[in-house]
């Protein structure tokens, strides 16, 4: 009986292999304890990395925020930013602040602009309560207008949308032709534009002194003759293609140089926009007046 159980075991033993020493248990269990942790160190490397770049881009959100915090407008974007401000530190003298109706005056003079081949403008017409400027085409951002109309010279002259429309796009064809921003666009104030002051100290003053001259030439310095020829011409060139606008505009010239010359309120228009009679004559039309 021995003897059998000998030859099993010797027989059996081979094919099962040598018993595992407890120091070799052990040394498996090191083993597979450091492979899981190599794979959670590297899952948790890439949630690290993971958090680090997210990180990365808010700040870089954050920085490019503070630098643009710190950046001037370029010259396409300033101008709107200046005549709205300028608009707001004139409101007690510009009276623009009160209730009125919508006098249907926007839609017809954009249909007017498409007339006149003028697609794609934008523009704001502003209504004040006051003569103390009759109208007036601002500076605004690329392809668009604010345009000041005074009610009290609306109604004095009797305007009608027609003339209204036509007076507005004198003042549109000023404003295209770039007299007012050349005469209020100083040498330091271009200088800022487009660019940042964060190193650096921001000159509020040259931007004052760009509100001053606002206030210099609508108030005060106006267009000259040459200018005004300039526009008149082209406005008339315009007008041609359409003989019952034409017809109109000498009539609204005449309205106003009759204006100008009776009633002492208005007596200063021509200091801002050189003679209404001129205008007739350099058109062929001063011996109707």
């Not at 526009?231 to 140089?257: A, D």
Request: no cysteine.
């Amino acid at each position: 009986m021995r003897l059998i159980f000998f030859i099993t075991a010797l027989l059996f033993t081979p094919l099962f292999g040598k018993e595992k020493t407890v120091d070799e248990k052990k040394a498996e269990l090191l083993d597979f304890k450091s492979i899981k942790n190599i794979l959670k160190n590297d899952q948790l490397e890439k949630v690290v990395n993971a958090k680090k770049k997210a990180l990365s881009r808010v700040v870089k959100k954050r920085v490019v925020k503070i630098e643009k915090s710190y950046a001037i407008p370029s010259e396409e974007e300033i101008w709107n930013f200046l005549t709205e401000y300028w608009l707001v530190l004139n409101v007690q003298k510009l009276k623009w602040d009160f209730k009125k109706p919508d006098y249907g005056i926007h839609k017809h003079f954009e249909s007017f602009l498409e007339k006149m081949s003028f697609l794609e403008k934008r523009f704001k017409i502003l209504i004040i309560d006051t003569p103390l400027i009759t109208h007036f085409s601002l500076p605004a951002n690329k392809n668009e207008y604010i345009f000041l109309l005074s009610l009290p010279f609306m109604r004095t002259l009797d305007l009608t949308k027609q003339e209204i429309s036509i007076l507005l796009f004198e003042d549109f064809i000023r404003m295209n032709k770039g007299y007012f921003k050349e005469f209020v666009s100083l040498k330091d104030f271009k200088s800022h534009l487009g660019k940042t002051f964060k190193k650096g100290k921001f000159k509020k003053q040259d931007f004052i002194k760009v509100h001053q001259r606002y206030n210099q030439f609508i108030f005060k310095k106006g267009f000259n003759f040459q200018q005004q020829f300039d526009v008149t011409k082209e406005v008339n060139n315009y007008l041609k293609g359409h003989p019952e606008y034409q017809s109109i505009y000498f009539k609204l010239l005449r309205k106003i140089n009759y204006l100008v010359r009776n009633k002492k309120s208005y007596s200063s228009y021509v200091n801002i926009y050189p003679s209404p009679e001129l205008q007739l004559n350099w058109l062929g039309r001063g011996k109707k007046l």
